[in-house]
């Protein structure tokens, strides 16, 4: 149990076109969803943190209106890049929490998302 | 803020046993975990330990706490090719019930 999947897996696009990836937890209700950012060689770093029906919560420095976040369900989240640039190639994970996993607010995680702008 | 560090690199042959380590700085922390990464893949949960422990073992998996020294180790018995990996070691935020800070992640590379 416990599985949460990321489409696409891996996405290429041109500069300033948005992208947007799923994160859906394939059979277990996700309360909570948090999306991660990994440059090469590099620790994740936490991106946002969204609750099902409410507004995501961005750590500081990240831009809400380059990376929209929606939890409209207890089983999808979505993150969308707007305009992308170059910048913004990274691998994107993406993890779920619910209060019938098998450990108290474990983290379930993605395969993630690789994005290239070009 | 919580600053969480490992070593970078560690390359051991197979059989032996690779010890890696965390330093963490919050010391309020309640849980730590140990997660591996596969090249281009997500993280997978290896084990975690309570705070109030100071060992856990899983088959070839030993998890140390220093709490005084705020240090965290992971080996692995009898090291194999598929234990190549990347192993981060995260802290829960207290204070936010599921937020996870990472280590910096340590690359083991196993040789024959």
């Known amino acids: 149990g416990a599985v949460v999947s990321q489409h696409p897996s891996r996405v290429i696009c041109k500069s300033g076109t948005s992208v947007k990836i799923e994160c859906r937890s394939l059979?277990?209700?996700?309360?909570?969803m948090f999306w991660y950012r990994q440059f090469p060689k590099q620790s994740l770093m936490l991106m946002a943190t969204?609750?099902?029906?409410?507004?995501?919560?961005?750590e500081q420095g990240v831009e809400k209106d380059k990376f929209l976040i929606n939890h409209a369900s207890l089983t999808l989240s979505t993150l969308t890049v707007t305009s992308a640039h170059p910048e913004d190639s990274s691998f994107y994970i993406c993890?779920?929490?619910?209060?019938?996993?098998?450990?108290?607010?474990?983290?379930?995680f993605g395969p993630g998302t690789r994005l290239t702008v070009l | 803020g919580e600053d969480v560090e490992q070593s970078l690199f560690l390359s051991v042959r197979e059989g032996d046993s690779s010890v890696i380590n965390c330093t963490y700085t919050d010391s309020s922390s309640t849980y730590l975990y140990w997660y591996k990464q596969e090249p281009g893949a997500g993280l997978q949960l290896l084990t975690y330990?309570?705070?109030?422990?100071d060992m856990k073992q899983d088959q070839r998996l030993t998890v140390l706490l220093n709490k005084k020294d705020k240090h965290l180790s992971l080996r692995i018995a009898d090291t194999q090719t598929g234990d190549s990996a990347i192993y981060f070691c995260?802290?829960?935020?207290?204070?936010?019930?599921?937020?996870?800070?990472f280590g910096t992640g340590t690359r083991l590379q196993v040789t024959l």
């Open positions: 059979d277990f209700q996700a309360t909570t």
């Open positions: 995260a802290e829960r935020d207290p204070g936010t019930a599921s937020k996870l800070t």
């Open positions: 993890s779920a929490s619910g209060l019938d996993s098998d450990l108290y607010n474990e983290q379930f």
């Open positions: 969204s609750n099902e029906g409410s507004k995501a919560t961005y």
């Open positions: 330990i309570f705070s109030n422990m």
